[in-house]
Structures are given as structure tokens and as C-alpha cells.
């Protein structure tokens, strides 16, 4: 059932802000071998074969969580769980992968870029132009606090209700990034976002939300070499 091309209702309510910090700590070694780490062979690091192939692409979809993208325009979604998985998250300014999981004092810290603790809920986005799917929301503290709120109020929790949705919008860019969140009603989904509610309910049986395994985190190898990258640019 494809839930694209629904009109959205653009009264926002604007209330937090999220940024990213850095500090220094000493003590590291950027250019200091990792002990123990040593390349795969090859006959387990290239695998040969159409069949092989095939393996390794269905994998990679299956492993393979997207992002829910704050955009100007306001996105209806659905809470599969309210329980957050908190992580520290590492923001790096270079080409290509920019943000990277890793943890206090590990490698990027100890050449002082300070990890910023973050949240990231399962959603399901049910105004986008592809088929819905279940996606990682990763938020900072402002609006994890605002969340929370939200699950813990007797009127609008837990956030994963059934009965409920949320409406969300950012505005602003960087460090000025604004998000807005706002409760919808499943009652309300008919007439202001041309959903049929038990057609959704429906479609949202299929979906469970995803566990760690889905954030992908950096190992200390990985976060090393970024370390290196880092010092040597500056």
C-alpha cells in the first residue's frame, strides 16, 4: 500500500535546537599500530561466484538501515518503540562520512573532538515518496528531552501509542537547526493527511523496531585512521 503524494499541514510548532561541541585531551598516539590487527586472507576477503555476488548484495540490503532526514516540509511519521538507544556519536568535517559512533576517550577524543551524546528512535516515515520503511531517527539532547516529555505525559504517551502519530519539521541549518514536533491524532489522519487510519494500522503490523545492531558503529581501527586524517589536515 503506497502512502505518498498526502497533503501536509505546515503549522509548526518550533522548540529545540541541537549542535555539536569539541574539546582536547592528551595522551595519544595517532601514528601507534594497533595491536593484533592484521589483514584477512584473501580467499575470505574476495569472494568469487554469481552466487556469491547474490549473497553478499541481499546482505547488504538487509543490513542496511536508512535515515529519516529532517526536511523543511513537515513529515508525518510513527513511532514503532519508546525506547530510545543512546550512543555518542563523533562529527568530523572532511569529504564523504562525516559522523561516526565511538566512545568517551576513544581515539577522535584523545585528539580532541568530543563526542555529543545522541538518541536514535525507530520511525516509520508515512509521507515520503517512496513505500514506507522502517528508518533510524537520531536526535541530540534538546530533542530527545522534548520526546521524552512527550512519552511520559499521560495525554500524549507513550510516543509509540497506537492511537498516535507525530508531525515534524526542521528549520535553520548547523548549529541554528530548529526542530518542530507536533501530536496527530489517529482520528485526524483521514481529513488532514488523506490516510486511511485502518489501512495504516494495518501496514504498520508488518514493522518492528530495530536494535543496535542497526547504528553501525565505528571500530577503534576505523576511528584511528580518521584520527590520522584529522591531525594531518591541520
Known sequence: MALSN???RKDEEV???????????DDFDPYQEEEGMEAPERSSAIQVGWAAAKKAKEEASTTFTPDFKFTEDVQLIKFLSDEPMAFLQHWVQ???KKSFIGWSGDPLEQIGNRPERKFAFSVVNLSGEEEPKVQLMVVGVRLFSQLEKLSTAKATGPINRSDLYFAVAKSGQGTKTTYSVQVVKERDLAEDWEIDPVA???LLKQFKPLGPEALRPATKAELETIAREVLAAQ
Open 6 to 8: 498526502i497533503s501536509v
Open 15 to 25: 522548540t529545540n535546537m541541537d549542535s555539536y561541541a569539541s574539546g582536547e585531551t
Open 94 to 96: 572532511r569529504p564523504g
Open 200 to 202: 495504516a494500522a494495518e
